[in-house]
């Protein structure tokens, strides 16, 4: 079963908006890690944040992280054509592993 | 080319065959992964490893063999197709100091 559940499942916002995905988890984690996937693609790393963090950037990229509520988003600002893609949060707990979420796909309107 | 390399990009095969989908990395990651991607279930481990010889059951495990004899290579065979294994599937790959995980541009099954 899937550990991690984005939210929304599909956004679609003008180019410029910002954009916000949620992800919730259900057990104690290690870490929380964000991906992207761009159609017919393998997916790519954007940013991991550790449970004892709350927050970290990555050029437009903002992720936060609330372990009390076993939670997590990640914030694109300023969208661009470009950011069109699936987002996946994923979760590892410590070992090897990491368990992902069904994705939320993300369109940008020119 | 550096990086990590899945084969073939597409597959179509018979039910009851056997067919092996390919990985191999060149950064001597020691941990490797498969994962098969379906809609609505997103992405679930399959198998996993640790290093060369090491190999470790995931979440949907049945119908499928791996072996690791190099650190490179973690060649994934599905023993006798069946079509619930329509699939892409992913490799990855990751070292051992950080999480963040590689992954190959997949490979796209279809069981006919």
């Known amino acids: 079963s899937q550990q991690g559940e984005e939210d929304p499942q599909a956004l679609s916002i003008q180019e410029g908006e910002n954009a916000t995905m949620n992800c919730s988890y259900k057990?104690?984690?290690?870490?929380l890690q964000w991906y992207r996937q761009n159609s017919g693609r393998g997916l790519v790393h954007l940013i991991l944040?550790?449970?004892?963090?709350r927050e970290k950037h990555s050029g437009r990229l903002r992720v936060t992280l609330d372990t009390s509520k076993k939670s997590s988003s990640l914030l694109i600002t300023a969208s661009r054509a470009a950011d069109t893609a699936s987002y996946f949060c994923a979760t590892n707990f410590g070992n090897e592993k990491l368990t992902f979420g069904t994705g939320t796909r993300l369109t940008i309107i020119p | 080319d550096a990086g990590i390399t899945q084969s073939p990009r597409y597959k179509i095969t018979e039910t009851g065959r056997q067919v092996t989908l390919m990985c191999h990395q060149t950064?001597?990651?020691?941990?490797m992964f498969w994962y098969r991607q379906d809609l609505g279930h997103g992405l679930r481990l399959i198998y996993y490893?640790?290093?060369?010889?090491?190999?470790d059951k995931g979440e949907v495990p049945d119908g499928y063999v791996v072996s690791r004899s190099k650190t490179e290579n973690f060649p994934l065979t599905l023993e006798s197709a069946t079509r619930s294994q329509t699939s892409v599937y992913f490799c990855?790959?990751?070292?051992?100091?950080?999480?963040?995980?590689?992954f190959g541009s997949g490979t796209r099954l279809t069981v006919v």
């Open positions: 950064w001597s990651h020691s941990y």
């Open positions: 944040i550790r449970s004892n963090e």
């Open positions: 990855a790959s990751r070292d051992r100091l950080n999480y963040g995980y590689t």
């Open positions: 490893s640790a290093a060369a010889d090491i190999t």
């Open positions: 057990t104690s984690i290690n870490n």
